[in-house]
């Protein structure tokens, strides 16, 4: 804004000068921005203002390259990409394939049944299936013309038609080989025929007459005769009867008993052992022997099954050594009174003075048996042997002299020991067999395979323990083939 003013006053009293304000624009307010429009009026004031302009404008408006213009944004010159224009990268509403193919995809699916269409929304193509003739799948052909059916270009047929590709009532493969499939399946024994509902052949076999050929295995007919219709039925297996059972229609190998090959284990018959009056069959008898002396090894001809039932909790005979053994004297010391012999190529145990021989393992109801030789002497057998603070746990039966069989018990000191059942018994010097059953507070005693003493122990009984062999004074005993046993109540007998 400019302001100038000039004034002459003239007076009474002399002349004088004034001034006064006149307002104007400049002479430019171009900014040297195209992108502004320079204004100064009136109504600005007399001051410049400078407008945005946007979009082109002089000085604004050059082609930078296809569908790029130099434009005004806010208040810049910028290099803008331009909409509605082949070659901007967009298929816009107004291009296709044919005008703009810098754009547009072409969309055209080679399918004669569908629209081809561009979305300019989702910049897809996409298709729309069409059904009737339409221009490219209209053609006649034998029995049809062409049609378009839910987007697919395909024959529409004419019934009862040769040529028709469908083999329809009235129709044969004799008349109409184009349609029709040939049902001679070259089998006499068989009626040939064609199902126009399931558009299939059936070859129905004859059944009426025997007829080697129609599937079936009849009476009278046999593998060997009529390969056809009967399997064979020989299994290979010389302990199988192989027939064919023409009801069931279908092969019976019925197992031949005895017979080693047939996987049973025959009783009476076969055996896996050598030199017995039953056949040796190893392939149908397994060896049940699992090696444990404690076992009772044998086969269960029902289950066709090895049984191998624990018999026993201890065995030795003092072939392999006296390691199971613990050998003491009266005061607990260990001793070499006890020791191994040998009697005619055998190993035993002799036991002298008044020692013990232990085997500390302890059961509760069990079988104990030994073989013994008095050479003098008394002997006690511990059974259900235990010791405390006390002193000894243990029911004993003594053998003195040959002459006598006493069942004693212990708890605690010496003074406690008493006597529970004396029999007469004698015995020589020779090898005897021992024998104590313990089940509950019922014990039995035998010697030699003799019942010599029952009794039910009612007064604090002792139910459990060891075993033990204890020489007495100035005396010896051989003892050999120590059994622990299990035990059951029908082993026992009740006083």
Not at 10 to 29: D, H, K, N
Not at 145 to 159: E, F, M, N, P
Request: charged share 25%.
């Amino acid at each position: 804004m400019i302001f100038i003013g000039i004034g002459i006053l003239i007076t009474g009293l002399g002349v004088g000068s004034y001034f006064f304000l006149i307002l104007r624009c400049p002479e430019s307010c171009d900014d040297g921005n195209p992108c502004t429009q320079d204004i100064c009026s009136e109504g600005t004031d007399y001051q410049c203002r400078h407008s945005p302009i946007i979009g082109s404008t002089e000085g604004c408006k050059d082609l930078v390259e296809t569908c790029k213009q130099y434009q005004c944004v806010e208040e810049e010159c910028q290099i803008v990409a331009l909409a509605d224009c082949c070659g901007n990268g967009k298929c816009e509403a107004g291009e296709d394939w044919e005008t703009c193919p810098q754009d547009c995809e072409l969309c055209d699916d080679g399918n004669p049944c569908t629209q081809d269409l561009y979305s300019y929304e989702t910049d897809k193509c996409y298709y729309i299936k069409l059904t009737g003739p339409q221009p490219d799948c209209s053609a006649e052909v034998i029995c049809g013309t062409y049609t378009c059916k839910a987007g697919v270009c395909q024959v529409g047929h004419i019934s009862n038609c040769c040529g028709n590709k469908t083999c329809e009532v009235g129709e044969i493969y004799e008349t109409c080989p184009a349609d029709c499939p040939n049902c001679d399946d070259k089998n006499k024994c068989t009626v040939d025929s064609y199902d126009y509902h399931k558009h299939q052949c059936v070859n129905t076999p004859i059944l009426d007459v025997i007829c080697c050929g129609n599937t079936v295995c009849e009476a009278g007919e046999t593998y060997e005769n009529c390969p056809r219709d009967c399997p064979n039925c020989d299994d290979n297996n010389e302990c199988t009867k192989d027939s064919y059972d023409y009801h069931q229609q279908k092969c019976i190998n019925e197992i031949i008993i005895p017979c080693c090959g047939n996987g049973i284990c025959d009783e009476d018959a076969e055996t896996y052992l050598k030199g017995t009056s039953l056949l040796y069959c190893p392939a149908d008898c397994p060896d049940c022997d699992d090696n444990n002396r404690l076992t009772a090894d044998s086969f269960n001809y029902e289950t066709q099954k090895c049984e191998n039932i624990v018999t026993h909790y201890f065995i030795d005979d003092f072939e392999e050594g006296l390691q199971n053994w613990n050998f003491q004297n009266l005061e607990g010391k260990s001793t070499t009174t006890w020791g191994a012999i040998t009697e005619n190529g055998n190993t035993i145990l002799r036991g002298k003075d008044h020692n013990w021989a232990t085997y500390w393992e302890k059961w509760s109801d069990y079988i104990f048996k030994a073989r013994f030789k008095m050479i003098k002497g008394g002997l006690h057998v511990n059974f259900r042997h235990t010791s405390d603070e006390e002193g000894w746990n243990r029911h004993f039966v003594s053998l003195w002299q040959g002459t006598n069989i006493h069942l004693q018990k212990q708890l605690g000191p010496p003074e406690s020991i008493q006597s529970l059942k004396n029999v007469s018994f004698t015995f020589d010097k020779n090898w005897h067999t021992f024998e104590i059953r313990g089940y509950d507070n019922i014990l039995n005693v035998y010697i030699d395979n003799k019942l010599l003493i029952k009794y039910k122990d009612t007064n604090d009984p002792i139910l459990s323990g060891a075993v033990t062999f204890e020489t007495l004074d100035d005396s010896e005993f051989l003892v050999d083939d120590v059994e622990i046993k299990v035990i059951t109540e029908k082993d026992i007998i009740y006083p």
